[in-house]
């Protein structure tokens, strides 16, 4: 049974940054996607950012496309999320999650993802 473990998440004003992580405590098969899924109370889940762990292929969402960045160290089967240009639409629960992939675009458009984080919190005040 693979871990995730999902953290980095915390309260910050309009304009700032955040870095999430993502560990994942035993190995997963490959070829895997790891990503971020966001949900705010009231609205549905969102599909935030994904990598492919072999290939480095990365997927984002349009709405944070250009202030969200990825960055993945394979031998700690790690990923992390940097948020910069933080805005109050992005205050959401942020959980992680881990499959194998055929790539990062269809990893965030599945259902029944193997692997999920227990989810941390991001608050952006204006």
Same mark, same amino acid.
């Not at 953290?7 to 304009?15: E, I």
């Not at 072999?54 to 709405?63: L, N």
């Given at each position: 049974? =693979?871990?995730?473990?999902?953290?980095? #998440?915390?309260?910050? +004003? *309009?304009? @700032?940054?955040? %870095?999430?992580?993502? &560990? !994942?405590?035993?190995? =997963?098969?490959?070829?895997?996607?790891? #990503?971020?899924?966001? +949900? *705010?109370? @009231?609205?549905? %889940?969102?599909?935030? &950012? !994904?990598?492919?762990?072999?290939y480095g292929r990365a997927y984002f969402a349009d709405s944070v496309q250009g202030r969200f960045s990825m960055?993945?160290?394979? &031998?700690?089967?790690?990923l992390y999320l940097e948020m910069t240009s933080l805005k109050?639409?992005?205050?959401?629960?942020?959980?992680?999650?881990?499959?194998?992939?055929?790539?990062?675009?269809?990893?965030?458009?599945?259902?029944?993802?193997?692997?999920?984080?227990?989810?941390?919190?991001?608050?952006?005040?204006?």
């Amino acid at each position: 049974q =693979v871990q995730l473990v999902d953290s980095g #998440g915390g309260s910050v +004003q *309009a304009g @700032g940054s955040l %870095r999430l992580s993502c &560990a !994942a405590q035993r190995y =997963v098969a490959t070829p895997y996607c790891m #990503g971020w899924f966001r +949900q *705010a109370p @009231g609205k549905e %889940r969102e599909g935030v &950012a !994904a990598i492919d762990f072999e290939y480095g292929r990365a997927y984002f969402a349009d709405s944070v496309q250009g202030r969200f960045s990825m960055t993945r160290d394979s &031998a700690k089967n790690t990923l992390y999320l940097e948020m910069t240009s933080l805005k109050p639409e992005d205050s959401a629960t942020y959980t992680c999650a881990a499959d194998i992939c055929s790539s990062p675009d269809s990893f965030v458009q599945r259902t029944g993802l193997k692997y999920w984080g227990q989810g941390t919190q991001v608050t952006v005040s204006s």
